[in-house]
Nanobody, 121 residues
Framework: QVQLVESGGGLVQAGGSLRLSCAAS????????MGWYRQAPGNERELVAS???????NYVDSVKGRFTISRDNTKNTVYLQMNSLKPEDTAVYYC???????????????WGQGTQVTVSS
């Protein structure tokens, strides 16, 4: 069994910062790419940032220079540091992690439960 637990969302004023965390636990053999997605009301879920096991990162243009994704492979955890937040960043944020579970030899994507980020103007 594999579980993802997110934390760190909340309400913040424009210009403020938040740090999201997503910890994977359970019968894990290996973790590949980890990422953060977000979905605002009426919008499709979009990729915000991703990071490979080797540390290569990718960001959607709207967050470049403001958000930083990182991971701690010893803790099976991915982080999203969000600075200079804007009202348009308001959304539910989800982590997605590509995991090879123990006893298997293929990759499955696992999703976190989602955490609300609200940025007031």
């Amino acid at each position: 069994q594999v579980q993802l637990v997110e934390s760190g969302g909340g309400l913040v004023q424009a210009g403020g910062s938040l740090r999201l965390s997503c910890a994977a636990s359970g019968s894990i053999l290996s973790i590949n790419t980890m990422g953060w997605y977000r979905q605002a009301p009426g919008n499709e879920r979009e990729l915000v940032a991703s990071i490979t096991r080797a540390g290569r990162t990718n960001y959607v243009d709207s967050v470049k220079g403001r958000f930083t994704i990182s991971r701690d492979n010893t803790k099976n955890t991915v982080y999203l540091q969000m600075n200079s937040l804007k009202p348009e960043d308001t959304a539910v944020y989800y982590c997605k992690v590509a995991i090879i579970a123990s006893g298997t030899y293929y990759v499955n994507d696992y999703w976190g439960q989602g955490t609300q980020v609200t940025v007031s103007s």
